[in-house]
């Protein structure tokens, strides 16, 4: 039995640019290892429409170009090799043409939500059968995860799209074993199937592309982030990023994230200090700026501020100073933030956290401003955690210890810290987390007690609205906060589930 290869293709689309994505396609072609003996090649589902595209395929002015590339794609085969190429019907079924010799074979695949995958073997032994499978399931919030026997060839789509975050994972997978491309970027992987006399089969791999971009961190949440804010600027043609550094930790690692994916030359950072705000806060930001290479501006939000204190006046009187004033200084930060967004043509990156959207603990088109949210979906540990991990991988000064073990604060009075209006940022994500699950809170009300609960439980609701109006972020974890809860239908579901949790609702 002769020897065969098979080559997985794990492309980075845009979705909607199928010419582009089109020639991406050739380019990962081209840099295919020629080789002497019979080889498939794989392109998954996605890899030309991109992974949120296939709505779009409905119209049939865009489904006739979208043919028109798989044709074209397909054609590529030649000689001994032959290729397999996952695409979607306006019908919305998943299916594969098959291309060699010339010759072009249109297969069923079924829907991708059930599908087992294509078997295939080197023998006429069919427990020898290897699955194939061309999916785009493999995405940050949920890895592809075979189960501990099953062999096969995995193959998806790599890169951000909008606020998902895909990772590929094209490889081989055996036993709990896997070889496959580097997550979150576009590659080739390429395997060499060996037969032997007893008809079994040996894999290894014989090419492996090297990675577009070198990793920055050990923790892959923090290279799927890198990788889905990258992305999300650079398909969007956007010229560069701009975000306020307040000195403390959530800013610093949005800061560390924007510098990694595009380079400190195009991250342009602003200090914005009150009167309330701390020289700490100054001195730990633009320690932050000077270690990561990064450009400032500083600009005093106080004329703002005075402005709209006076223009105010005369309804405000002499109510005593409340909220409100404080929101008055976030959105003199946002109009600074977005007119140099506005101006410069860049990205401005909103810096709230999962705990903060949960309770809605910012200020509406103040601190809750801005195109992108690459931190939406960490809690206030897992922003910690990523940030050790960034500076475990550093060979020189990062991200300032003081800042990632600073106590929280938004300096927008005298004295401010998050804890006097949040609980413990743990309890808070202890209680969501089980709220999102669709648990009964029962062991949450036990460890922590039945107010601490209720409150959160009854501000996350209460909040909602908020959350509507919410900056896009990636999703890290299977129940985003922009995603609806599993369990409920409608609004009533929510407002009900809230009444009979919370006496105070």
Same mark, same amino acid.
């Given at each position: 039995?002769?020897?065969?290869?098979?080559?997985?293709?794990?492309?980075?689309?845009?979705?909607?640019?199928?010419?582009?994505?089109?020639?991406?396609?050739?380019?990962?072609?081209?840099?295919?290892?020629?080789?002497?003996?019979?080889?498939?090649?794989?392109?998954?589902?996605?890899?030309?429409?991109?992974?949120?595209?296939?709505?779009?395929?409905?119209?049939?002015?865009?489904?006739?170009?979208?043919?028109?590339?798989?044709?074209?794609?397909?054609?590529?085969?030649?000689?001994?090799?032959?290729?397999?190429?996952?695409?979607?019907?306006?019908?919305?079924?998943?299916?594969?043409?098959?291309?060699?010799?010339?010759?072009?074979?249109?297969?069923?695949?079924?829907?991708?939500?059930?599908?087992?995958?294509?078997?295939?073997?080197?023998?006429?032994?069919?427990?020898?059968?290897?699955?194939?499978?061309?999916?785009?399931?493999?995405?940050?919030?949920?890895?592809?995860?075979?189960?501990?026997?099953?062999?096969?060839?995995?193959?998806?789509? *790599?890169? &951000?799209?909008?606020?998902?975050?895909?990772?590929?994972?094209?490889?081989? @997978?055996? #036993?709990? +074993? $896997?070889?496959? !491309?580097?997550?979150?970027?576009?590659?080739?992987?390429?395997?060499?199937?060996?037969?032997?006399?007893?008809?079994?089969?040996?894999?290894?791999?014989?090419?492996?592309?090297?990675?577009?971009?070198?990793?920055?961190?050990?923790?892959?949440?923090?290279?799927?982030?890198?990788?889905?804010?990258?992305?999300?600027?650079?398909?969007?043609?956007?010229?560069?990023?701009?975000?306020?550094?307040?000195?403390?930790?959530?800013?610093?690692?949005?800061?560390?994230?924007?510098?990694? *994916?595009? &380079?400190?030359?195009?991250?342009?950072?602003?200090?914005?200090?009150?009167? @309330?705000? #701390?020289? +700490? $806060?100054?001195? !730990?930001?633009?320690?932050?700026?000077?270690?990561?290479?990064?450009?400032?501006?500083?600009?005093?939000?106080?004329?703002?501020?005075?402005?709209?204190?006076?223009?105010?006046?005369?309804?405000?009187?002499?109510?005593?100073?409340?909220?409100?004033?404080?929101?008055?200084?976030?959105?003199?930060?946002?109009?600074?933030?977005?007119?140099?967004?506005?101006?410069?043509?860049?990205?401005?990156?909103?810096?709230?956290?999962?705990?903060?959207?949960?309770?809605?603990?910012?200020?509406?088109? &103040?601190?809750?401003?801005?195109?992108?949210?690459?931190?939406?979906?960490?809690?206030?540990?897992?922003?910690?955690?990523?940030?050790?991990?960034?500076?475990?991988?550093?060979?020189?000064?990062?991200?300032?210890?003081?800042?990632?073990?600073?106590?929280?604060?938004?300096?927008?009075?005298?004295?401010?810290?998050?804890?006097?209006?949040?609980?413990?940022?743990?309890?808070?994500?202890?209680?969501?987390?089980?709220?999102?699950?669709?648990?009964?809170?029962?062991?949450?009300?036990?460890?922590?007690?039945?107010?601490?609960?209720?409150?959160?439980?009854?501000?996350?609701?209460?909040?909602?609205?908020?959350?509507?109006?919410?900056?896009?972020?990636?999703?890290?974890?299977?129940?985003?906060?922009?995603?609806?809860?599993?369990?409920?239908?409608?609004?009533?579901?929510?407002?009900?589930?809230?009444?009979?949790?919370?006496?105070?609702?």
């Amino acid at each position: 039995m002769s020897d065969c290869y098979i080559t997985l293709l794990q492309p980075n689309p845009t979705t909607g640019a199928l010419s582009d994505n089109a020639a991406q396609l050739n380019r990962l072609l081209t840099s295919v290892p020629d080789v002497a003996d019979p080889q498939l090649v794989v392109i998954p589902i996605g890899a030309i429409e991109g992974i949120t595209g296939a709505k779009a395929l409905l119209s049939q002015e865009i489904y006739a170009r979208y043919r028109a590339y798989v044709q074209w794609i397909v054609a590529w085969a030649q000689d001994k090799t032959a290729l397999l190429l996952g695409y979607w019907t306006p019908q919305g079924e998943i299916r594969a043409l098959f291309s060699y010799h010339g010759a072009v074979i249109d297969l069923d695949l079924h829907s991708v939500f059930c599908w087992e995958g294509l078997l295939f073997s080197l023998s006429e032994n069919e427990a020898d059968a290897i699955a194939l499978r061309l999916d785009t399931t493999s995405t940050a919030a949920e890895r592809f995860q075979p189960s501990t026997h099953q062999t096969m060839f995995f193959v998806g789509c *790599a890169g &951000g799209e909008a606020t998902s975050i895909a990772a590929g994972d094209s490889g081989y @997978y055996s #036993s709990g +074993e $896997s070889q496959r !491309l580097v997550p979150w970027q576009s590659g080739v992987i390429q395997f060499v199937l060996r037969g032997t006399s007893s008809n079994a089969r040996q894999i290894a791999c014989s090419y492996r592309s090297a990675p577009v971009y070198e990793a920055c961190a050990d923790d892959q949440r923090y290279e799927a982030l890198r990788a889905g804010l990258r992305d999300y600027v650079t398909k969007a043609h956007i010229r560069g990023i701009v975000l306020g550094l307040s000195g403390g930790i959530d800013s610093a690692l949005c800061l560390s994230l924007a510098v990694d *994916a595009m &380079g400190a030359s195009n991250v342009k950072g602003l200090l914005l200090p009150s009167r @309330y705000t #701390s020289e +700490e $806060s100054l001195q !730990l930001a633009g320690q932050l700026a000077r270690q990561l290479g990064v450009q400032t501006e500083t600009l005093s939000i106080e004329p703002l501020f005075q402005s709209a204190l006076a223009t105010l006046h005369p309804i405000f009187g002499e109510k005593p100073w409340d909220l409100t004033e404080e929101n008055l200084q976030a959105r003199a930060r946002a109009m600074l933030l977005m007119g140099v967004a506005n101006k410069e043509g860049r990205l401005l990156l909103c810096t709230t956290n999962k705990a903060e959207a949960a309770m809605g603990y910012g200020t509406l088109y &103040g601190d809750v401003t801005g195109g992108y949210a690459p931190i939406i979906d960490l809690w206030k540990h897992d922003v910690q955690s990523l940030c050790l991990s960034r500076n475990a991988s550093s060979s020189r000064p990062w991200i300032p210890e003081a800042i990632i073990y600073r106590a929280p604060t938004a300096e927008l009075h005298e004295g401010q810290l998050d804890s006097d209006s949040l609980p413990p940022y743990h309890q808070i994500a202890t209680v969501i987390e089980a709220l999102l699950q669709g648990s009964s809170l029962e062991e949450e009300r036990r460890s922590l007690g039945s107010e601490v609960v209720d409150h959160i439980v009854s501000r996350f609701f209460a909040n909602a609205f908020k959350r509507a109006q919410g900056i896009p972020g990636p999703a890290l974890s299977p129940i985003a906060l922009s995603q609806t809860l599993p369990w409920a239908h409608n609004v009533g579901d929510f407002l009900g589930y809230a009444w009979f949790l919370c006496d105070d609702c």
